[in-house]
């Protein structure tokens, strides 16, 4: 079982940056799995955001791709997404999702481990 947990969510303002925290607690070895960034605003489909695969190779959504950057910790488990130059656009939850395979995928149901969430708010 895979448990995941967001953290570093907050306020702050168009131009600024944020970072946020996912804690992975896995059975087993976490190098194994692959971590997405999903985010979800009101009213919207929840889209991809950001994924690292097992290897560390990293891919991004159009909309964020030059202003994000999805890295890991594979001794901390934790997978981190730190965010630049956020726009009032980039208001939403952001979810951290894992999956038992070598590589991410953009689509949210092809993950069978989520975290709670939290909520980054950009403020014009």
């Known amino acids: 079982q895979v448990q995941l947990v967001e953290s570093g969510g907050g306020l702050v303002q168009a131009g600024g940056s944020l970072s946020l925290s996912c804690v992975v607690t896995s059975r087993g070895i976490f190098y194994r799995l692959a971590v997405a960034w999903f985010r979800q605003a009101p009213g919207k489909e929840r889209e991809f955001v950001a994924g690292i695969h097992r290897s560390g190779h990293s891919e991004y959504s159009d909309s964020v791709k030059g202003r994000f950057t999805i890295s890991r910790d594979n001794d901390k488990k934790t997978v981190y997404l730190q965010m630049t130059s956020l726009k009032p656009e980039d208001t939403a939850v952001y979810s951290c999702?894992?999956?038992?395979?070598?590589?991410?995928?953009?689509?949210?149901?092809?993950?069978?481990?989520w975290g709670q969430g939290t909520q980054v708010t950009v403020s014009s």
């Open positions: 999702a894992a999956r038992p395979t070598i590589v991410t995928a953009p689509i949210p149901r092809d993950y069978e481990y």
